[in-house]
């Protein structure tokens, strides 16, 4: 039954996640204990807290993509600004789980290059946009728990439509 149950949702996550939404809150339902997130060899992690270090790596490397064009072409900043918080948010519903391992705190990812153009540069931010929501797709339907299958759901949903948003 629990299988059958658990299909239904994957199910319905990847409907709902592979849709370009807007407004997407990021509460996510049900009451689950918090993934074990202690150091340790990387075999031994919780699947989910792997999905989230990932998850959590991969709005960084947006942050600093972000950051990268809009030092490069400030007069996207204004454009880039709200899709930015939208990100910190995101960011923030994945560390509020507990504690990721290695050196998820901070953001490590090297400066991206960005292209002379702004229309070329605006282009590279929503392509990455567009393959995070699919990363965060996968990830959704691979989480053991519903309530980090929801929050990747939903930031996929949200990474989907900053895609849109930007073409």
Do not use: N
């Not at 600093?64 to 995101?90: G, K, N, S």
């Not at 290695?102 to 590279?124: E, F, Q, V």
């Amino acid at each position: 039954m629990k299988q059958r149950v658990d299909e239904g949702r994957r199910r319905l996550l990847a409907l709902v996640a592979g849709a370009p939404v807007l407004g997407v809150a990021l509460a996510a339902c049900g009451a689950e204990p918090r993934p074990k997130a202690a150091p340790g060899p990387r075999a031994s992690l919780d699947a989910d807290v792997k999905l989230r270090w990932r998850a959590a790596h991969g709005e960084q490397a947006l942050l600093a993509l972000h950051a990268a064009t809009v030092a490069a072409h400030p007069d996207l900043a204004e454009r880039l600004a709200p899709l930015t918080a939208h990100h910190d948010e995101h960011l923030a519903a994945l560390r509020a789980d507990g504690p990721l391992p290695y050196g998820a705190g901070a953001a490590a990812a090297a400066a991206p290059s960005i292209a002379a153009d702004a229309d070329s540069a605006l282009a590279a931010v929503a392509d990455a946009e567009r393959a995070a929501a699919d990363a965060c797709v996968l990830a959704a339907l691979g989480a053991a728990g519903p309530r980090l299958a929801a929050v990747l759901a939903s930031i996929a949903a949200s990474e989907a439509g900053h895609g849109a948003v930007l073409t």
